[in-house]
Each structure stands twice: as C-alpha cells, then as structure tokens.
C-alpha cells in the first residue's frame, strides 16, 4: 500500500518537482477546444467527464510535462488562463480497491501528512458522486513554489486508481471552492 500511496502522491503533484511556480502564465494559451460544447471535459475515450469550469481548457502535452516534468506526471491537466488554478486527471495501475475505502482514505491520509509540506486538513472523507464512492480531501499546503489550496478526488477504477486533483494557489481559494464543487458533483464515470 505504501508504494501505491506514493506513487499516487507524486502522480497528483503533492510532491516536489521541477514546476512552474503556480503564479506564472504557461507559454502557451490554454486550448479549449477539447471541451465539448455541452462544457464537459472527456476523459479515457469519453468514459469519464465532468462539467469543467467556464475558461478552463486543457493544457498541451508540452506544457504538462514543463509544469509537472516527466515521471508521474497527470494524464490530462485543464488550466485557466493564467495557471493558478488547475484540475489534474490520472490513472494509475495501481488497484484502489485492494482494501475497503476508509481504509485507503487512512491510509493515503497519513502518506498525505508525512509528505504533504505543512498540510493543513479541511475535509477528509468519504463522498458519493453519480452512485460511486469517491475518498475526498480537502486541505491547503506549502509547496516550494507556491502554497496551494488542493480538493482530491480517488476511486477505484476498472481495477486502478482515478484521481483528480483540483487546486489553486491559495490567493484565489474562494474564487475557485465552489466552482470545483459543481465540477466534482457533475462527474460521470463509466
């Protein structure tokens, strides 16, 4: 379980890299254009979705891998404009359901704290989204680049993990807390 957890820490950027500070604007403009017109972000050949936030739109592979590098990098980041707030989409081979989901929350809760550069816990639990059970986490954190306002989604997926990790510098938390909400309650994974 401990490889998992830091695999999945890493994957969703809770560990140090080589990133753009979260206030600089990406070299490239945000593109839009793979949001569809109903204003769903698709994933995994449209089997995951969510209604994504109006102006966000996805960044390019170029711009994933200068923000986040190379290994354990998401598979899909949306952005607004100017980077300071984002939405991480990754699926990784490890398998969730190995284990009961509040025990997996505990578990990844605690990876989160020994890792996590002064967390700071708003929610920690268990939700229900679209009939599926999702561990959430909601927490602020020190990173060397910026400190971060972060909502993680986890579930159990198809014998894997999905995760999504939304987040903001913390500056533009209130600006972006109940817009993540209406992202998350609109997810649709099949």
Known sequence: MKKFIAKASAKLGLTHKKDIPAETPPDAPVDTTKTREDGRAYFNDGRISFKAP?????????MIVQKYGTDGRPDA???NENATATIACTIRPEDMSVAPIDEMRHAISRSFEQSVPQIRWY?????????REWFYAEFSSNQPDAYLYNMILMTAYEGQTLAFNFNSIMGEKENYKAIYYESMKSMKVS
């Open 123 to 131: 929610r920690n639990t268990i939700l229900n989204i679209d009939n």
């Open 77 to 79: 980041v949306l952005s």
């Open 54 to 62: 109006e102006g966000f739109g996805f960044l390019s592979e170029d």
